[in-house]
């Protein structure tokens, strides 16, 4: 497959960009009106990958682990599907806690052992892997969506994300952004003080499964792609993180360049059978792109 450039294609993809570890690591004291300074790493091979056991472990149990990733970021793996990412991020005078895994029990103490400020838990999107383990809070925050249906049983508080509403911390806010393509309800949190930001599945981990149509996610790359320019987000950390996924603007921009040429029909993926009702599937680029053919509109 002819890949074409950002350029021609009118749409900008950064550059150069500091490595992952260098923008974690370099995160802004929330105390902090100063940016992370902008370092290109030597080894440029590597600058999208970080290895997780350099990172304190701050909790080890049955059902997930969870890493320091700075004195304000923690990334827990569940066990139940593939290193399934929950994260809280701090403030000065609260926290969130986005997505809650498929099973992790008393999963509200174990944030409590982590963190002592009061915690917002917020979703990505509603699928089992993402909100499997929310009856632990008394309260969450979902993207409201048409054939979205709130969790099973759920007898909790269930507010709604606005996009664009600002989580505000205390010294760090946290933008939701919707962003459709995977599930209906999906939603990107930005941290553009920090330049990273929470994207659940919505850009795939590498392995993107669409529920919506492809004129659908279309739109939301385009505007992620405006996004991450204009706010200089340098990495989505997607819903299963293991160090070596981080979502870059070119991974954005690749798997645009996939769905607008199924959706011309230029490209057509190979028959395959990925589950939820996905029946072909483009590899390309590091990343596989998974659609029915019913969604190619």
Not at 152 to 161: L, M
Not at 265 to 273: D, H, L, P, Q
Request: hydrophobic content about 35%.
């Amino acid at each position: 497959m002819k890949r074409m450039g950002a350029a021609a294609a009118g749409i900008a993809v950064l550059g150069e960009v500091p490595g992952l570890a260098e923008v974690l690591q370099n995160s802004v004291n929330v105390n902090s009106d100063q940016s992370p300074v902008r370092q290109q790493p030597v080894d440029e091979s590597k600058i999208l990958t970080i290895k997780m056991p350099d990172y304190p472990l701050v909790y080890e149990g049955p059902d997930v682990v969870f890493h320091k990733i700075n004195d304000h970021l923690w990334i827990g793996n569940g066990h139940q599907m593939y290193n399934e990412s929950v994260y809280i991020v701090e403030g000065n005078d609260k926290a969130l806690l986005i997505d809650t895994g498929t099973r992790i029990d008393h999963l509200d103490e174990i944030v409590a052992g982590i963190t002592k400020k009061p915690v917002t838990c917020l979703l990505t999107h509603l699928h089992g892997d993402h909100a499997g383990s929310v009856q632990w809070f008394k309260e969450i925050w979902i993207m409201k969506a048409d054939g979205v249906n709130p969790p099973r049983n759920y007898q909790g508080k269930i507010n709604y994300i606005q996009n664009h509403q600002i989580f505000d911390l205390g010294g760090r806010k946290i933008e939701a952004l919707y962003t459709p393509g995977h599930t209906a309800d999906s939603v990107t949190f930005l941290d553009e003080q920090n330049h990273i930001a929470i994207s659940g599945d919505a850009f795939g981990s590498t392995n993107l499964l669409m529920t919506c149509t492809l004129s659908t996610f279309i739109n939301t790359a385009k505007e992620m792609l405006n996004v991450m320019n204009t706010k200089q987000i340098y990495y989505m950390l997607p819903g299963h993180f293991d160090g070596e996924n981080a979502e870059t603007s070119k991974r954005v921009f690749d798997l645009l360049t996939i769905a607008e040429g199924v959706l011309a029909g230029k490209i057509e993926g190979e028959k395959s059978s990925s589950g939820m009702g996905l029946n072909r599937r483009v590899t390309w680029q590091g990343v596989r792109f998974n659609y029915n053919d019913s969604l190619v509109r």
